[in-house]
């Protein structure tokens, strides 16, 4: 950093950010690079707290709290780096003889040097404004003007890309080098804490995200209107899209290194040209355990492989001896495969309990053959499942003979009604017994079907591969990611989406992937408008890819009826389940959940409801507003709402205490519970209120934490949640515009307008106009003759703002996902499948995975089918590697971590197993792979022991809940059309028919 940007970091850093992020980077940007300054900690003193004054709110201290582990952390980060420098770089620089040449150490430390300016002109202007923290509590602006600057993202960038090359020359030298590896490890003996390089290199690929928790915890406790909220969430807004960008290109530099390791392995020269072209990308690679078993249930082999999933083919590979001990100890040193088998992904099938084999030729991959039309797919271990139907028909029998005994005219000791009661009883409970064993050993088996070659009269051949994964999780991972990729190789996924040619490379492994089409509606005119919400369901069984619950759709328009069709989630397309018929058309529906406290949520995942439960409002065209109850689908009509006027309801939204209803008059009623009880009963319709919120329609409602937005023409009231108070605020400048549609993220809400093809981002606290973007103009297709786009639908879901038009493009564009400011910066993604006419909606469906399947036992009880070993949770495909200074630390305090939780194991079950089969079955039917004590962290934050971050240490006697979520996002429209890449022309057939149409995303965590 030159002199003048040093003194401008400081200027900005003591006054602060006056206008805003952009004032901010006009202060610190500096293009001309850095210079290097050494900088003196006599002159600039590291930043140190002033004694805690009296008076301070527990906020104030937390705050403080939490400023002294930023203190902290950035000084031992700091330290680390100063370490690589002067205790690697310069001894091997200045050793006489050489260790190692210039031109070798030159690139293994690359960027370092300047990493390590950037956060000593951090650590100064955090000194500066650490001096003045009792007056001024701000710290947000200060991580904008320091990480908004271009040069940080640039050397942070050549330091991750050149990561993975930089363990590679050290693990090369380390094995041609004697001299240097005996350096290394005389480095790592001497120091204190004993950690190697490698964990002093990893530090910089964690720093980001360790920044982000802690002003995530420092937004978390600052109060509604602070001066620091905003810079705060601007702030996390920087650091979370320097941090994705970040690991993106880690991501992809390990997807790179990986493919070219297994390619040198491949002797195949089809298979080896196939992985060296630009076409294949790498999905997901693991190590996971293949398990061979006998005719008789018991394990025969088990070894490692590592499996990858390429978004074409899917590849088994042994796994080879991984280098020297005292080298891996030091750095790690990636192992050689050799291939065992590939198949391509289409005719790769995951088999789970139940299902049978198919009629061609079957068998275990090392096993013996079974012709397919006699031999049944036996999952759990071998044998459970057919120990399940065994114990099923046993009980049909002698229930039969209960049945019989009962008939008996005399009295026998031993064979009397009671009796046989007790044996049905004794064998329903090993059926629960044997049912949750098979639910247990079935949780981390990934179970597939491979196509192999044809035996000799040409019939396809199949083998069964049965791979043991760390986790639930990750085997849940492995069928999400297959899934995916099977459906991303068809016609309307390739391509489904197009963008600019420079941001096709750094696309994540799957963007949003067209699963399915369906239509609802034959439209007789063209003023017809649909509507749709998710009345969702957490899932309860194995299910996986889709989100559960119900898709209700409604008519409205120009029409004098109104129809709902009700679609079921729960299999791979949507199923009609029922319709309903209404008096008038349908303008809005609001899902309402059943109202519970948090203690109740945090008890149980389900529960048998008291009260009226989950239910679904609809908004009539009569001005009546329709309550119906939700349980499966039924859809009973429970309540008749009505307006005094019959004004059409436009949208409906509701909170804990009132259901919110904007009607075409400009007023808003606001219903109350039923005898004001907030935890049981409907709306009341007599405790109505009408607010008066201007003189045109209320066209959208927008709920947030405490208060309700209700849009007006050209601006948007504010209504306070408990008191009804309004505030009003214009959004346009046009009186003659309206707002249409308003959608929340993080800090900030997006609205779009009836007119014109912009849309503008406001802050939640302030209401400071923020951000305005033109959607053509973020358009990838083009198209000189088109009219003007304007926006009809809006949604924020997962990192993405989808965008709906009137010529039935969808647009997607990346936004944060944190609590910051939902910025947009990155470039507009088209959707090739496109509606023929409006986007009339789009819905975000999402469930959650039930916790049941998170864990190895399903039961904690004397009947457990899994015993009380525990099991953490590893993974190889994390884009952020652990720290090598894990070891060695168990002494220190403990180390935060940003995900992590332990699983229970489905062995070591006590007593003698039962089961119906003889002794020598049984144990193979327990039989289950031994897993050790894994360090349970997705990746670690920190390997220094006095340093405090935000996380959950594991529990020896219970985890931390992970929730899984499956999400999609369902748009409707009229009819469905394929556009050209590169132009908005349309190709294929056109329909009249209102069609839904189905994005699945990935699973997430």
Same mark, same amino acid.
């Given at each position: 950093m030159t002199l003048q940007g040093f003194s401008d970091l400081m200027k900005a850093a003591r006054s602060g950010t006056k206008d805003g992020l952009d004032k901010t980077r006009i202060d610190v940007e500096d293009d001309a690079g850095y210079l290097d300054v050494a900088v003196s900690d006599v002159k600039h003193p590291p930043a140190q707290l002033s004694p805690m004054p009296e008076g301070l709110s527990s906020q104030q201290v937390t705050r403080r709290h939490i400023l002294g582990s930023i203190i902290q952390s950035e000084r031992s980060y700091l330290e680390s780096l100063r370490r690589i420098l002067e205790e690697y770089q310069s001894p091997l620089l200045e050793a006489n003889p050489r260790i190692l040449s210039p031109r070798k150490i030159q690139p293994v430390f690359y960027r370092l040097r300047e990493i390590t300016q950037c956060h000593s002109m951090f650590q100064i202007a955090l000194a500066s404004r650490v001096a003045e923290w009792d007056s001024s509590e701000k710290i947000g602006d200060l991580f904008v003007a320091s990480f908004s600057k271009s040069m940080v993202l640039d050397v942070y960038s050549d330091y991750v890309n050149n990561f993975t090359n930089a363990m590679a020359l050290i693990k090369k030298a380390c094995m041609s080098k004697p001299a240097f590896l005996e350096f290394i490890k005389m480095k790592r003996a001497s120091s204190v804490d004993r950690i190697t390089l490698y964990g002093l290199m990893v530090k910089p690929i964690q720093r980001f995200p360790q920044f982000i928790l802690l002003l995530q915890d420092m937004l978390k406790n600052t109060p509604k209107g602070h001066v620091d909220c905003l810079p705060l969430q601007l702030a996390l807004t920087e650091l979370e899209m320097l941090a994705e960008k970040l690991n993106e290109q880690k991501r992809v530099a390990d997807q790179i290194a990986e493919t070219q390791q297994l390619a040198r392995s491949v002797s195949d020269r089809s298979l080896s040209k196939q992985l060296n072209s630009d076409q294949g990308s790498l999905v997901l690679c693991e190590t996971l355990i293949e398990t061979v078993y006998g005719e008789r249930g018991q394990v025969l082999k088990s070894k490692e492989r590592k499996v990858f999933l390429f978004n074409d083919i899917l590849i088994c590979a042994n796994i080879n001896v991984k280098g020297p001990l005292d080298i891996s100890s030091l750095v790690p040193v990636g192992p050689k495969y050799t291939v065992k088998w590939s198949a391509p992904l289409l005719q790769v099938q995951v088999v789970e309990v139940g299902q049978e084999a198919s009629q061609e030729t079957l068998f275990q991959h090392g096993g013996a053959k079974h012709p397919g039309s006699a031999w049944k797919v036996i999952l759990g271990p071998p044998r459970l499942y057919q120990e399940l139907q065994d114990l099923q028909h046993d009980l049909s029998v002698v229930e039969e003979v209960t049945l019989l005994v009962g008939t008996l005219q005399g009295t026998y000791q031993n064979l009397n009604t009671t009796v046989a009661q007790d044996w049905c009883l004794a064998l329903q409970r090993l059926i629960r017994i044997k049912e949750d064993q098979l639910q247990s050993a079935n949780k981390c088996r990934l179970r597939l079907q491979v196509p192999g070659r044809p035996d000799k009269?040409?019939?396809?051949?199949?083998?069964?591969?049965?791979?043991?994964?760390?986790?639930?999780?990750s085997k849940i991972s492995w069928v999400n990611r297959l899934h995916l990729a099977q459906i991303a190789q068809r016609e309307e996924n390739t391509p489904g989406w197009f963008c600019a040619e420079d941001e096709g490379k750094t696309m994540s492994p799957f963007w949003p992937l067209l699963a399915c089409r369906v239509p609802v509606f034959t439209t007789k005119s063209s003023d017809r408008k649909v509507t749709a919400l998710h009345n969702p369901r957490q899932f309860s069984a194995g299910c996986t890819l889709l989100p559960q619950g119900y898709l209700w759709v409604a008519s409205g328009g120009d029409v004098t009826q109104g129809q709902v069709e009700i679609f079921s989630l729960n299999r791979p397309t949507l199923?009609? $389940?029922?319709?309903?018929?209404?008096?008038?058309?349908?303008? &809005?529906?609001?899902?309402?959940?059943?109202?519970?406290?948090?203690?109740?949520?945090?008890? $149980?995942?389900?529960?048998?409801?008291?009260?009226?439960? @989950?239910t679904i409002c609809l908004g009539l065209d009569d001005g009546s507003i329709l309550v119906y109850?939700?349980?499966?689908?039924?859809?009973?009509?429970?309540?008749?709402?009505?307006?005094?006027?019959? &004004?059409?309801?436009? &949208?409906?939204?509701?909170?804990? @205490?009132?259901?919110?209803?904007?009607?075409?008059?400009?007023?808003?009623?606001?219903?109350?519970?039923?005898?004001?009880?907030?935890?049981d009963g409907l709306w009341e319709p007599d405790s109505s209120r009408t607010l008066i919120v201007g003189p045109e329609p209320v066209r959208t409602l927008l709920l947030l934490e405490d208060s309700m937005w209700a849009s007006c023409a050209n601006s948007v009231t504010i209504i306070e949640g408990s008191s009804l108070a309004t505030q009003r605020f214009e959004v346009h400048p046009d009186p003659m515009v309206t707002v249409a549609h308003m959608v929340r993220a993080g800090g900030g809400v997006w609205m779009a307008f009836s007119e014109g093809s912009s849309i503008r981002l406001f802050h939640t606290e302030t209401l400071e106009h923020l951000q305005e973007i033109n959607i053509s103009t973020r358009v990838s297709l083009h198209n000189p003759g088109q009219k003007s786009m304007?926006?009809?639908?809006?949604?924020?879901?997962?990192?993405?703002?989808?965008v709906g038009t009137v010529q039935g493009i969808i647009i997607t564009l990346p936004v944060p996902k944190l609590e910051g400011i939902p910025k947009i910066t990155g470039k507009g993604m088209t959707s090739l499948n496109a509606h023929c006419g409006p986007v009339d909606f789009l819905v975000a469906t999402s469930s959650t995975l039930s916790p049941e399947l998170l864990r190895d036992s399903v039961a904690d009880g004397p009947d457990s089918a899994c015993g009380e070993e525990d099991r953490s949770y590893y993974s190889s495909q994390e884009s952020l590697p652990q720290s090598g200074s894990s070891q060695g630390q168990g002494g220190g305090k403990g180390r935060g971590v940003l995900l992590q939780y332990r699983l229970r194991s489905t062995s070591g079950l006590p007593g003698r197993p039962l089961t119906v089969r003889g002794d020598e079955a049984s144990d193979s039917s327990l039989e289950s792979l031994e897993h050790s004590l894994e360090d349970g962290s997705i990746y670690e934050f920190s390997g220094d022991p006095e340093m405090w971050v935000q996380g959950r240490p594991c529990e020896r006697d219970?985890?931390?809940?992970?929730?899984?979520?499956?999400?999609?996002?369902?748009?409707?429209?009229?009819?469905?059309?394929?556009l050209r890449e590169g132009t908005t022309e349309r190709a294929g057939v056109e329909s009249s028919e209102t069609t839904l149409m189905m994005w699945e995303l990935p699973l997430t965590v």
């Open positions: 009269s040409g019939r396809p051949v199949s083998f069964m591969v049965v791979f043991n994964t760390p986790s639930p999780l199923r009609p $389940v029922k319709s309903l018929q209404v008096v008038a058309p349908v303008r &809005c529906l609001e899902y309402v959940p059943e109202p519970r406290t948090s203690e109740e949520v945090e008890a $149980v995942a389900f529960r048998s409801s008291t009260g009226v439960g @989950n109850g939700s349980v499966n689908t039924e859809a009973q009509c429970l309540l008749n709402l009505r307006n005094p006027h019959s &004004c059409p309801v436009l &949208c409906l939204k509701h909170c804990t @205490n009132f259901l919110f209803a904007g009607l075409r008059d400009g007023t808003m009623m606001v219903y109350g519970r039923s005898n004001g009880d907030p935890w304007r926006v009809t639908s809006l949604l924020i879901h997962q990192g993405l703002l989808w219970g985890g931390r809940r992970d929730r899984v979520i499956s999400a999609a996002v369902i748009s409707g429209g009229r009819g469905f059309h394929r």
